[in-house]
Structures are given as C-alpha cells and as structure tokens.
C-alpha cells in the first residue's frame, strides 16, 4: 500500500507570510495532484505534476515535484486570508490505476 | 460545462438502514470514483467504475458496492448502515483514469448516521 504523508498538518500564519507544504513518500508515482478544499465542498484540483524536478507556478503557489518522484511541495509567497482551506496532495499509481491522498494540510490565514 | 454533480447533499440515517447516493460526471467522462471522506482516516478510495464495470476497488467491506450505467451516471449504495459509515462521500470524474490522475470532484454528500 502507498502512504503519503503531508505536513505540516496544521499552520496558521498572518496575512503576507509564506509557507510551504510538504508530501513524502516512499513510493514512485507517475504523477501527483495538488487539490484545495474549502468545508463542505468537494477538492478543486490545483496542478497536477508529472515529471521529476517539474516546477510549475500559480499565481502566488509554486509547485515542486521530487527528483525521484516520490515527493512534492507546494509554496505560498504572501498568503492571503482566500488561501485558507484543506490542502491535499495525491499520488497516481498507474499500475494500480488509483489515486492514494495524503491527510491533507489544514491552512488558516489571519488578517 | 457543468461540473460533477451528487444528489443529495446531505442524509440523516439511522443504524442498520441502507443509503444510495447518486453522482453525475461531467459529460463525456466516462470514469467514476468514489471515496469517503473523514477527519480521522482523511480520504480513502472506495471504488472506480469505467463504461459500466468495476475496475478498481478499495478495501471496504461488502456492505459498500456501487454501479454506473450506460450514460456513466454512477450509484454507490451502503447497506446495514454504520456509526462509523458517517463521513463525507466524494465522487469523482474523469474522461479516463491515466497516468495525469487528474480527477474533478463533486460537492459531496454529508451522511450522518445516528
């Protein structure tokens, strides 16, 4: 079974401030997820990483993904109070044709 | 194009009882998955379906099976409901699971069991 673990689990930050998420794993996935879910929705996919060292940008969000495709993070420069939600990462395992998701990361921003 | 819908939102059930809940993909997906989501055990796979077949399951017991017809609109049903079975249940769509796992969510509908 693939695990993937994120962290930190909880971060409450002041407006303005960055942070970064982190996914791991032991496991090689062909590519990785990023979601965002506010409560009592369903996750909005961010980006979706695929090649080893990939880097991609969102706005204010930077997306790594792992050399060894077994981890990724994610990186907010000058968070804002809308950034707030459940961050999720999941891993794709083609050979098993499932996604497995981390616990998620729970981010709150301060105005 | 309109989203991945589920029906209903939310349900009140009490132990023992059994729950369908309903998703429809986003048109022209022809993959469902669907998942359960709780604070404690976060977001786990329940099962998938493509053009009407099972093609992955997760480990859940036999209490929890699902369908997809022909227009790729999918069911999953929980029979002898359990304390345990309240959580989030997520359906997602996709045109066809690949290495991407690029996957669209719907709402989701909240089953509480009392």
């Known amino acids: 079974t693939q695990l993937l673990e994120q962290s930190p689990q909880f971060l409450s930050i002041q407006e303005g401030e960055n942070l970064t998420v982190y996914c791991n794993s032991s496991s090689v996935f062909s590519s990785l997820q990023w979601y965002r879910q506010e409560p009592g929705e369903g996750p909005v996919l961010l980006v979706t990483v695929v090649t080893g060292g990939e880097v991609k940008k969102l706005k204010r969000l930077t997306f790594q993904f792992g050399d060894a495709r077994k981890d990724s993070s994610l990186h907010i420069t000058a968070a804002q109070p809308g950034d707030t939600g459940l961050y999720l990462c999941?891993?794709?395992?083609?050979?098993?044709?499932?996604?497995?998701f981390g616990d998620g990361t729970t981010l709150t921003v301060k105005p | 194009k309109a989203g991945v819908t589920q029906t209903p939102r939310y349900l009140i059930k009490t132990r023992g009882q059994q729950v369908t809940l309903s998703c429809s993909p986003i048109?022209?997906?022809?993959?469902v998955s669907w998942y359960q989501q709780t604070p404690g055990q976060g977001l786990q796979f329940l099962f998938e379906?493509?053009?009407?077949?099972?093609?992955n399951k997760g480990n859940f017991p036999g209490r929890f099976s699902g369908r997809q017809f022909s227009n790729s609109r999918s069911e999953m049903n929980v029979s002898t409901l359990e304390l345990g079975d309240s959580a989030l249940y997520l359906c997602?769509?996709?045109?066809?699971?690949?290495?991407?796992?690029?996957?669209?969510f719907g709402p989701g509908t909240r089953l509480t069991v009392l």
């Open positions: 048109s022209g997906h022809r993959s």
């Open positions: 379906y493509f053009s009407e077949t099972q093609r």
């Open positions: 997602a769509s996709s045109y066809n699971r690949g290495p991407t796992g690029e996957q669209f």
């Open positions: 999941a891993g794709e395992d083609t050979n098993a044709g499932k996604s497995t």
